[in-house]
């Protein structure tokens, strides 16, 4: 390994001489997974593939480059991803690997049949090329992905990093009328030792392209919209639907694929997706707007994956110097009105009025200011430092109209987005984007204030939270409950138990640019006192900016059991209410209620700890 990247990166600071043998960096070219790669002839697909050094071009072609390694079809252009494979299932297969460095094995994963045993992988020495040949007998969202020192998905980081492609195999005849998108991610070390230092440079893109470069999309009304992901990255993404929920026909890996049939398929907003994951999903854009897709860690889809900063490196928060401004991970999409929206059957003629309030807090997290939001009752404004992290929640009746003004006495722009409510888009909570032609929401200026109006035609467990800066704001405190109820059954605190994990402190000022936990605004949250034998709905909802977060139950000699009962507020239905050990793994953005009896007397633990080593809060359950 270490002899490979020494020669790659002489190779990408000097001019290179054409006599060693090895060409100059190439342009690598956006793949928006439209065209199949290969030649297909009487049922047999021929391909071939080689590597070359390149540079991406993640924002405009032409702009920022940065060097990795790409695949290219022999005689075209390289591309990021690679080349689409897609076939019919029942096509022969015959995709050859040329590996051009003479110093490296290149190993090449998932060129094979998906029938369920493992794939060997391609082994390439320096300067030679091998072929793969097999029949795609099942269909599915797979990918081929490459290394060229022999490491795992989890551990490709900057240069090697988007050597992979898709690899889509359909049914026999099917119409290929859906999408396919790649996720890239790019980590890159800063280095200050050397003699021109350099800066930390992160890229995450969507087939290539990162916002506001990545592909718009524009839908009709009522039409079903199908997409395929493939996450190859090296990161974990929770990826978030504004505005509707999507149903996941299939998740899978590069190697297999799991169908869920009928009502199993799950009804979500979030879909936390693994390195190595894939997923095929559908939704029907109900109502006409703007929208996004995106991923739920706040990093993901920050200023930091901005391409060519100013020399200084320094980021800037306030709206006085550099506005913050999404990167990254974020799909945008049009919907074009085509008839009517469906109607949410009104409980009530009157709209609640709520006002909220976005205020600072100095020293709430050691010496970094705290933001929260805070509730006004009454005719007097609460102090202007007094915040609720996290914020108040706010409970709602399905099918009554709220009204909501937000305020801003921050000293930068903000705005709410109301998180897996089925609403117009106006009042979403994108700023500048949210909204239909002519009519878009803006960004709350500081000592403004904004009006969110909507029905919630849904009783369950969301969210409120910041949509701007929100490594800061959400990390600092910006996001709270948002509980719709059914009208006749009013929030019962001594049923409805809420566990909201979020952000302890305003990520870009902390290690890592992480911000680690809070279960309930506390890293010390109070025991739960519950009865022996009495039912309780357990709410739990991760809103943490940076951590996948696991949620469990457990007594001195065993996982506990719960039952299932919504995820991210659309109720389960029944043949999926099954007890179940009480484990449970979630992303940034989604929430899930469960149904839980204590058996026995004495103390269970509730703990929530990060997926992978950060922190743990435990919280102890006191049954009586
Ligand atoms: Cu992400």
Known sequence: MRAYLGTY?????????????????????????RTPAGSLRDNV???????????LYPEEDGGPGLPA?????????????????????????????????????????????????????????????????FRASTEGTYFYWASTGDRNIEGRRWFESQLTGALVVDPPGARQDDRIFVIGVRFREGDTTLAVPRRPQDMMVINGKSWPHTERFTYDQGDTVRWRWINPSSSAHPMHLHGFYY??????????????????????????????????????????????????????????????????????????????????????????????????????????????????????????????????????????????????????????????????HLKETTAVHWHGIELESFPDGVPGWSGTPGRTMPPIAPADSFIAEFVPPRAGTFIYHTHANEQLQMGAGLYGTLLVVPADKPYDPEYDK??????????????????PGLVNGSTAPPPLELKMGKTYRLRMININPDWRVIFSITSDSAM???????????????????????????GPGQTADVEFTPAVRGELRLEIKTMIAGWIIPMTLRVR
């Open 560 to 586: 506990a059991t719960w039952r299932p009962m919504a995820m991210d507020g659309a109720d389960l239905p029944l043949s999926q209410r099954k007890v179940a050990p009480a484990w449970l793994l979630t």
């Open 247 to 408: 149903s996941v026909a299939s998740k899978g890996t590069w190697e297999r694929e799991h169908t869920y049939d009928g009502e199993a398929r799950p009804l979500i907003v979030t879909n936390l997706m693994l390195p190595g994951e894939t997923m095929r999903v559908s939704w029907i854009p109900e109502r006409p707007g703007n929208w996004l897709f995106h991923c739920h860690f706040a990093f993901h889809v920050s200023h930091h994956l901005v391409l060519g900063r100013s020399e200084s490196g320094a980021i800037a928060h306030s709206a006085t110097t550099v506005p913050h401004r999404m990167a990254g991970l974020v799909l945008g999409i049009h919907v074009k009105p085509k008839g009517v929206s469906p109607a949410v059957p009104l409980t009530s003629r009157k709209s609640r009025s709520i006002r909220l309030l976005a205020q600072m807090s100095p020293n709430r997290f050691g010496k970094l200011t705290g933001f929260g939001y805070v509730t006004q009752e009454g005719a007097t404004e609460p102090k202007r430092d007094s915040v609720q992290i996290p914020g108040p929640m706010l409970v709602l009746k399905r099918g009554e109209p709220v009204r909501i003004t937000v305020v801003n």
């Open 9 to 33: 990166l002489i190779l990408l600071s000097l001019p290179v001489n054409p006599a060693v043998g090895r060409e100059a960096p190439v342009t690598i070219v956006a793949n928006d997974n």
């Open 498 to 515: 809420v566990i909201i994990v979020g952000g302890a402190g305003p990520a870009d000022s902390l290690p890592n640019f992480e911000s």
């Open 45 to 55: 697909l021929t391909l071939h593939l080689e590597v070359r050094d390149g540079i």
């Open 69 to 133: 390694l790409a695949f290219a079809e022999v005689g075209r252009d390289a591309q990021n991803p690679g080349p689409l494979i897609r076939v019919h299932a029942g096509t022969m297969v015959r995709v050859s690997v040329r590996n051009p460095f003479r110093d490296s094995v290149l190993t090449v994963h998932g060129l094979g049949d998906h029938a369920g045993a493992p794939i060997s992988a391609l082994r390439i020495p320096g300067g030679q090329t091998r072929e793969a040949r």
